[in-house]
């Protein structure tokens, strides 16, 4: 018998499949350059899944994004118990809006504040931006131009007549002047602006950040308010706009980003939807749509409009599609993004227990947060 040994068959070693690729980590969510001057829209959708013990707030929280911002996006989700590996999408695109892009901008709509940096010669123009709570039904966060007039860390906060009176009615009765420390509503920062009782604030309940839920002021996150409170100057420009349909352009094509009509919108968007929307298109776009020979599609835009995900869909080029939008995202690590304010463990989001007893005082008139106006019939 031969013993070489050649002559026995070799065991044949199967190397192991590849582990499978994980998700990227996530993009950043606040801080933007413009590529160019013909530039309407900032970031991207990215799509994640949820843990078992994960809610969609805390998701929100993560990817520093409002509580009406992604409900909007993910109607089919439930809040409270999206499911272990259930993807949830982000809504961290944004059309800016149809404002001069200098100062401050705030899109009551959108809750959302955009900060244009200061811009540099030879520069790109670069932008912050940051979800916010806005006044509730009845207490509505005033439109127009202002500016900031001082600002103030650690603030004392006296609450106005009207506000003392409210909380009476609710069996509650508040001091004449609330100091610094975790029981002030401003928080621990605030930016005071050329409109007497109106400012821009952090807050002790970061749960009311994406929600209509303060007396008129506009509230951030605590990290975020810090960040603005060193980025915004005294004496810097706030524009607060109500624009629930923006337009915008994106590698030559038109988009349309359609978000919830505020219930106390004195427009009626119901009858004269066509008209309040040909209005929501900036004379720049018409002018480079009747430049290019294009129009766009009130079909798509009436679809968009009747049903908003918060999400910019193109417009021009055939029929716009979320879904395949959607399809296309990247698919990213449930993560705090590189480069966010937060620190992924300070003021934890709150359970749906204390999320509801944050709405106990709402306006009466005011519906929950999952009810919503819709723009078209």
């Known amino acids: ?35 160019s001057d013909d530039e309407d829209i900032v970031g991207v959708v990215q799509v994640t899944k949820a843990s078992k013990e994960d809610t969609l707030t805390d998701i929100a ?44 901008v705030i899109n009551v709509a959108a809750m ?12 790109p123009q670069v932008v912050y931006t940051y979800p916010i ?24 906060w006296t609450p106005p007549v009207s506000v003392r009176r409210e909380h009476r009615k609710n069996g509650e009765d508040l001091p004449a002047v609330v100091g610094p420390g975790p029981d002030n509503p401003l928080g621990r920062h605030a930016l005071y602006l050329g409109w007497p009782s109106y400012l821009v604030h952090g807050t002790n ?3 009311g950040v994406g929600l209509r839920s303060s007396h ?8 975020d308010i810090a960040a603005l409170f060193e980025q915004v100057p005294n004496g810097a420009a706030v524009r607060v706009v109500n624009q629930p349909f923006v337009f915008g352009w994106h590698a030559g094509e038109l988009h349309l980003q ?24 900036a004379d720049r776009i018409e002018k480079k749509l009747k430049e290019r020979g294009e129009t766009v599609d009130w079909e ?15 417009i021009v080029a055939g029929e716009a599609s979320l879904e395949q939008l959607v399809a296309a995202a990247p698919r990213v690590r449930n993560e705090v993004p590189a480069g966010a304010t937060w620190d992924g463990a300070s003021d934890l989001p709150v359970d749906e227990a204390e999320f509801r007893e944050l709405l106990s005082d709402r306006d009466p008139q005011s519906p929950g947060p999952s009810a919503r106006k819709p723009a078209t019939p």
């Open 133 to 156: 709570g806005i006044g509730k039904v009845g207490w509505a966060t005033p439109e127009g131009v202002t500016k900031v007039t001082r600002r103030k860390k650690d603030p004392t």
């Open 1 to 35: 018998m031969d013993s070489s040994p050649w002559s026995k068959k070799r065991a044949v070693v199967v190397a192991p499949p590849p582990p499978p690729a994980a998700d990227p980590a996530p993009v950043a969510t606040q801080r933007f350059e413009l590529a």
């Open 216 to 223: 008129g002021c506009i509230r951030l996150f605590p990290e």
């Open 300 to 314: 798509v835009i009436s679809k968009i409009a009747h049903e908003p995900h918060g999400i910019p869909v193109a």
């Open 61 to 104: 929280r993560r990817f520093n994004v409002g509580y009406e911002e992604i409900v909007r996006a993910n109607p089919d989700v439930d809040p409270w118990v999206p499911g272990e590996g259930r993807e949830v999408i982000v809504p961290t695109r944004y059309i800016l809006p149809n404002a001069p892009r200098t100062g401050v």
């Open 258 to 281: 359609a978000y919830d009509v505020l219930e106390d919108d004195p427009r009626d968007w119901q009858k004269a939807r066509r008209k309040l929307l040909s209005r929501a298109l």
């Open 205 to 207: 309940k970061p749960a």
């Open 112 to 123: 959302r504040l955009f900060y244009f940096e200061p811009r540099e010669k030879n520069q």
